[in-house]
């Protein structure tokens, strides 16, 4: 069904749903915000990412798992349960039999974590997510009701789409008059436009959900709120000329709504899309042609957002800062703006330069994120990531001699990824672990779709559905893997080893800010260019809060996706 009838009001409801990275609020609707009302919408923000009493279901969810598979499997704990509780709301919302449900909540595990879970883990696991929906609908509907608007748009990742499915129905059920706007990340990879998983969605969700906007969503969704909706219910850039957001002049984001003291570290951009290519990444298929804003007004915005909200930290949601760096830390040094910057870096030439990284530490960069990826040469020459293990080991060293926390991000079972190459990576660990913040693995991703390898992967190995083709009623968009070696079991295996190679070396992965704080004492001990310790920046301008659940996947939190 669609609407009774058309808009009644210019007031828009933007939400994001759980479950997503908890450490900024949240990005693309606030920078949606920002664009809609400066053209005389009224939006009001709903954040039910940040909301304590949805996020202590994570927490439960993560400590039955905890409890009942053995902890030899556990590998990266969280990042599985991530996979393992969206996959399982989404079976939730779509199930007909009870009995395949339960079947499937334990194949769900099992394919996860190996071990396969007993009976009564897999009822506290479905007793966990039932109350969980039942409270996340009633916190919706109350939303929607305080607010009463004329559309209810929804900003969605893999990780949040189970979620958003469930309160896009619930609104349409109790207030059919409101218009429903899906967006987000996931149509870049998941929901790729074109793919099965695209084409599922869309045809279950056509009782409850009127529109969809593929890609940058500003330009889309204002074509979108007067008038393109009469045009079908998927809208991409063609509906607009295929123009793009002018970075020169971008909508400050607007987090007016939202509870600040949530979150230890306040969120903008620089620049969107990538210059480069990786094999695995979707930012380019996403974005388009890499673009940024001038230094002068991004430490203007700086200036404004620090002043209206405070906070001292600042993640930069950019894919890369390299091409940027030297304008950006040069231009918040000159401003004396006292802010801390954590962001995302490749490790390339510039970055093994210790006086160019002194420069960028004085002008606040404060932890890179870093997606080394692998260890291996061979590996990193088939990512295209276009650097070297030595070259790798040089720019951790510099980044750490600076103070700057090295966060590194690893994919472990990329096609073709021999034991002699995963040696590789855990050598490059031994060899700085000193100078490593925090080693995170993630096992290979593939989508049929959405990738910058996605079509050449599907030709040379073949996919397979990995829960079975039986359950894609109840999953909808289904997880692919490759035909590829190593096999799901041997990455699997080789995800657990290299979490306890990392503890053995002491090389931390945090997941709580009680993790964070762990992590950020020993940092601060042993460098003493360290700067201050999260939970202090957050607290400088914001009062303590509630700790939060687990952080979630912290590579997630890269990506805009407005």
Known sequence: MTPVSDPKNNRILLALLPFWSPLTPPLGIAVLKGHLQ????????????????????????????????????????FDYAYDVIHNHIMAHIHRTDDGRYHELVTVLVQKNFVAPPAADAIRQLVECVDHYLSVLERKVLAAVERADPAWFGVSTYT?????????????????????????????????????????????????????????????????????????????????????????????????????????????????????????????TVQWGKYRAKSGDFFVSELAGLKNRYGGKAFLLADSLINPVADD?????????????????????????????????????????????????????????????????RTAIRTLAEHGIKTTTYWVVGHPGETEEDFQDSLSVIDDCAGALYEAEPHAFYYYPLGQVYSKKWGKDYGAVDLYGEQYADMLVARTWILNAYPDRAQTLARMSRFVAFCRERGVANPYSLADIADADTR???????????????HNFNHPASRPQAARGSARAASRLNV
């Open 38 to 77: 400066a053209r005389g919408f009224e939006v009001v923000l709903a954040d039910f990412n940040g909301d304590h009493a949805l996020w202590a279901t994570l927490s439960k969810y993560v400590d039955i798992l905890r409890r009942w598979v053995p902890e030899q499997f556990h590998g990266n704990l």
């Open 328 to 392: 950006v830390f040069g231009a918040t040094s000159d401003a004396s703006l006292d802010l801390y910057f954590d962001t995302y870096l490749r490790a390339d030439p510039e970055v093994c330069d210790s006086a160019r990284v002194a420069k960028w530490r004085k002008g606040g960069f404060y932890r890179a994120r870093l997606g080394i990826e692998s260890g291996s040469p061979n590996i990193l020459a088939a990512m295209h990531k276009k650097t070297t293990p030595e070259q790798i």
């Open 523 to 537: 940092w601060r001990t042993e460098h003493q260019a360290a700067g201050p310790m999260l939970i202090d920046l």
């Open 159 to 283: 990780t949040t789409l189970g979620s958003t499915l469930a309160a896009l129905r619930a609104v349409r059920r109790e207030h059919p008059d409101v218009w429903t706007v899906l967006g987000g990340g996931v149509f870049a990879d998941h929901l790729a436009p074109g793919s099965e998983n695209f084409k599922a969605v869309l045809k279950v969700t056509e009782p409850y959900l009127d529109a969809i906007v593929v890609g940058e969503g500003e330009l889309i969704f204002e074509h979108l709120l007067a008038g393109g909706f009469r045009n079908g219910r998927v809208h991409n850039a063609a509906v607009i000329g295929n123009r793009l957001v002018d970075l020169g002049s971008p909508a400050i984001p607007d987090f007016t709504g939202l509870r600040m003291t949530d979150y230890p570290q306040m969120a903008t951009y620089v620049g969107r899309s990538c210059p480069f290519q990786c094999s695995f990444c979707s930012e």
